[in-house]
Antibody
Framework: EVQLVESGGGLVQPGGSLRLSCAAS????????MHWVRQAPGKGLVWVSLIDTDGYTTTYADSVKGRFTISRDNAKNTLYLQVNSLRAEDTAVYYC?????????WGQGTLVTVSS | QSALTQPASVSGSPGQSITISCTGT?????????VSWYEQHPGKAPKLMIYDVSKRPSGVSNRFSGSKSGNTASLTISGLQAEDEADYYCCSYASSHTLIFGGGTKLTVL
C-alpha cells in the first residue's frame, strides 16, 4: 500500500526537542522531494520544510529556520524532522507529504504539543 | 512569507457552482505555474485536488477545476454536492524552493 506514516510527536516542555519520523512505503521514496507541513489546532496549513531527493537541498520557513532540521534516509525510506528550541506556537499536527506535481500523498499527521 | 489571501468562507446550494480565489504576488502565484489546491475534511489529512494551476490528479472529479490570472488563482467547483463541504487551501511555489499556503476557505453547502 502506498502510504506515509508519521511518528515521534508528543508533549514537550518549551525549549525541548523531538525527532519526528515519516515512514514511506509502496513507492520509490528516493525519487521524490518531500515536505513537512504543520497545522496548529483550529488553524490553517503552514509549510515548514522541503528536502530534495538526494538530501542535499533543504529549505525552511522563516519561523523555524535555525531550530528545525529536515533529513532523509533513502535506504530506510524514512523522512525526519528534528525540532529543537520548541515554543508554544510550534504546537501543531505535523504532516509529511510527497511532492510529485502538488503534494499528492500525505500522512495522517503526528501531534506535537509544547507546554509546561 | 505572508500567507496567500483566500476568502474565509464561501457557500452555495447543491448543484450550484462556486469559485474560491487565492491572491498572492509576482513572487509566488504570479511567478510560477505551480499552484495547487487541497481539500480537508475535519480531522483528516489534506487531499490534493488540483496541481500545476489546472491539472487534476487521477480520481478527482472533473467538477473541480483550476485557473490563474496574474497574481490570483481560482478553484471552481461545479455541481456542488454535500460531500464537498470542507476546508480548501491553495498553495504556491515561491522563490528558493519554498512553498506558501493560503489561509484556507471554509465551504458550506447550504
Amino acid at each position: 500500500e502506498v502510504q506515509l506514516v508519521e511518528s515521534g510527536g508528543g508533549l514537550v516542555q518549551p525549549g525541548g526537542s523531538l525527532r519526528l519520523s515519516c515512514a514511506a512505503s509502496g513507492f520509490t521514496f528516493s525519487s521524490h522531494r518531500m515536505h513537512w507541513v504543520r497545522q496548529a489546532p483550529g488553524k490553517g496549513l503552514v509549510w515548514v520544510s522541503l528536502i530534495d531527493t538526494d538530501g542535499y537541498t533543504t529549505t525552511y520557513a522563516d519561523s523555524v529556520k535555525g531550530r528545525f532540521t529536515i533529513s532523509r534516509d533513502n535506504a530506510k525510506n524514512t523522512l525526519y524532522l528534528q525540532v529543537n528550541s520548541l515554543r508554544a506556537e510550534d504546537t501543531a499536527v505535523y504532516y509529511c507529504a510527497r511532492d510529485g506535481g502538488g503534494l499528492g500523498l500525505w500522512g495522517q499527521g503526528t501531534l506535537v504539543t509544547v507546554s509546561s | 512569507q505572508s500567507a496567500l489571501t483566500q476568502p474565509a468562507s464561501v457557500s452555495g446550494s447543491p448543484g450550484q457552482s462556486i469559485t474560491i480565489s487565492c491572491t498572492g504576488t509576482s513572487s509566488d502565484v504570479g511567478g510560477y505555474n505551480y499552484v495547487s489546491w487541497y481539500e480537508q475534511h475535519p480531522g483528516k489529512a489534506p487531499k490534493l485536488m488540483i496541481y500545476d494551476v489546472s491539472k487534476r490528479p487521477s480520481g478527482v472529479s472533473n467538477r473541480f477545476s483550476g485557473s490563474k490570472s496574474g497574481n490570483t488563482a481560482s478553484l471552481t467547483i461545479s455541481g456542488l454536492q454535500a460531500e464537498d463541504e470542507a476546508d480548501y487551501y491553495c498553495c504556491s511555489y515561491a522563490s528558493s524552493h519554498t512553498l506558501i499556503f493560503g489561509g484556507g476557505t471554509k465551504l458550506t453547502v447550504l
